[in-house]
């Protein structure tokens, strides 16, 4: 089994190459999947990769009747069986979304929550991951919710522009925390994922911020407790939104900073990226992406949209690692290149990735319902939603001087926490900050983001990421952690570096 544990591999002499994607990926830690049609099982797909995406067949509009049952499962039995004769994990694709939503179209969330259930539980841990919403987000960056079902279902209470509020309706955290409970009440390791295009890279073409990419981690961030993996697609083109950016690696690792594994989900790249900023040509492109993976410890698998580029949805762009088709397959230059970068392995230590998970008890299990269920039966009062602080405690102000400040606001509930501290820089520009705080006795870290933490109880310190360390004059960032027990009387002290 692949892609659980994450192994880091020392770059060291000489170990003999492999001549597959599935064992150069095992081998660097990593699973190297690919997409697949239940009509299109060739030898190939067990020989070259590890892991498994149905293409189609794993779709609302094959799967779901429009009460939430399953329907036409042949397909998807057929993939989930031949992934368990070759020894690949299975991704299932997808529960919500907007998209080939068949039958369910225009379903209630209690329709949606029935469907989850029935699937989830119907392949178990089989699937070692769903894709629970695909595709939330609003094309062209603007950093919205899609305006279309299951979207319209969502109710922001306060007008504040987000739905992460206690009185907010969310389709994304309640079909969540559904899938949440029924992973749990089957005892699945099944890990839960949210997958969206245009979100690679922290910027778009022209350095543009990417705000799709910062709309789906503050999802990711509010909601952690329930989410355990994002999937970029990287479908990869001259759209100035879906180009492959420098900054590739950098929103890997703070998406894995907040302590989920980063999966490159869906890639291709079109063979003529006039706009691309970081390559040239379409083997060289395939090598940064899976660098940029590989750079990151809980970046912890690839999969290419398809086999071949004429058996590929975009047969145009020419995007895949192989030529030929209907079995018989040539490897293209970009199959070289990956190979050849899979095998020389991941150069990073884990050192700052969170090591501990969420604790599973924070997830509502009281009720686990498992036909249909009324939305007002999701429990979301105990949902700990971290932008809606319960106390919020500014400790001190922006400093006129040099240095820096930090304030927490601390949202708790019984038994947990989640804390979200604010470093200011003063008068000039920091490159670097040290945040000291001391936990009340009984009081435990069990998950950090967008930080380095030096302890889990005491007296910790916080140190900035890489990509968080320099704030400008007089602005902030941000970071947080969640936590066991009570966060009281929490006194940050601020040292720039
Ligand atoms: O590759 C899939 C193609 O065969 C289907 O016709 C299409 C229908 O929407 O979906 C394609 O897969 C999509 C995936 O499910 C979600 N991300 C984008 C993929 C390419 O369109």
New binding site residues.
């Given amino acids: 089994m692949v892609g659980g544990a994450v192994a880091v591999q020392s770059i060291g002499p000489a170990a003999a190459a492999e001549t597959t994607l599935r064992a150069a990926a095992a081998k660097a830690g990593l699973f190297f999947g690919v997409?697949a049609?239940p009509n299109r099982l060739y030898p190939i797909v067990g020989q070259e990769f590890n892991q498994l995406t149905p293409?189609?067949v794993m779709?609302p509009d094959t799967l779901a009747t429009s009460s939430g049952g399953l329907q036409n499962t042949s397909g998807a039995d057929t993939l989930v069986n031949h992934a368990q004769s070759n020894n690949m994990l299975v991704r299932g694709?997808?529960l919500v979304?907007h998209?080939?939503a068949g039958a369910l179209q225009g379903a209630s969330q209690a329709t949606l929550n029935t469907f989850i259930g029935n699937a989830i539980n119907r392949w178990g841990s089989k699937i070692a991951y769903w894709d629970v919403v695909?595709?939330a987000l609003e094309d062209n960056n603007t950093g919205r919710r899609r305006n279309q079902w299951p979207h319209t279902m969502n109710r922001d209470a306060n007008g504040d522009g987000d739905y992460f509020d206690s009185g907010d309706t969310d389709v994304i955290r309640d079909s969540f925390i559904r899938a949440k409970q029924v992973v749990q009440a089957g005892g699945f390791t099944t890990k839960l994922c949210i997958?969206d295009?245009d979100v690679e890279g922290l910027t778009v073409q022209g350095g543009t911020p990417n705000r799709k990419a910062n709309a789906l981690y503050d999802i990711v961030r509010n909601y952690r407790q329930y989410i355990d993996c994002v999937g970029f697609?990287s479908?990869f083109n001259d759209n100035p939104n879906s180009i492959i950016s420098s900054d590739l690696q950098a929103n890997i690792q703070r998406f894995a900073d907040l302590g989920v594994e980063v999966h490159i989900t869906?890639l291709d790249i079109d063979d003529d990226l006039s706009n691309n900023d970081i390559g040239s040509g379409q083997a060289e492109n395939y090598r940064k992406v899976v660098r940029a993976c590989l750079n990151v410890a809980k970046c912890t698998g690839i999969t290419v949209?398809?086999i071949s580029d004429s058996e590929?949805?975009?047969s145009s762009e020419r995007g895949l690692l192989f030529t030929g088709g209907n079995g018989s397959y040539q490897k293209k230059a970009a199959y070289t290149a990956v190979l050849d970068e899979l095998n020389k392995g991941r150069t990073v230590s884990t050192s700052s990735v969170p090591t501990s998970s969420v604790p599973t008890s924070s997830v509502p299990t009281s009720s686990v319902p498992t036909s249909s269920v009324p939305t007002s039966s999701v429990p979301t009062s105990s949902v700990p939603t971290s932008s809606v602080p319960t106390s919020s405690v500014p400790t001190s102000s922006v400093p006129t001087g040099g240095g820096c400040s930090a304030s927490v606001s601390v949202n708790a509930w019984t038994g947990g926490f989640v804390v979200s501290v604010r470093v200011t820089a003063g008068a000039s520009t920091i490159n670097g900050w040290n945040v000291r705080l001391t936990l009340p006795s009984g009081a435990t870290v069990t998950n950090a983001w967008s930080a380095n933490r030096s302890a889990n109880s005491g007296t910790v310190q916080f140190t900035n990421v890489s990509y968080n360390g320099r704030v400008n004059a007089g602005q902030y960032t941000e970071f947080g952690f969640q936590g066991t027990g009570t966060a009281t009387g929490l006194t940050p002290v601020c040292t720039a570096s």
Avoid: L
């Fill in positions: 997409a049609s293409e189609n779709k694709h997808t979304w998209s080939q695909n595709e997958n295009y697609q479908h869906e949209w398809g590929s949805w975009r």
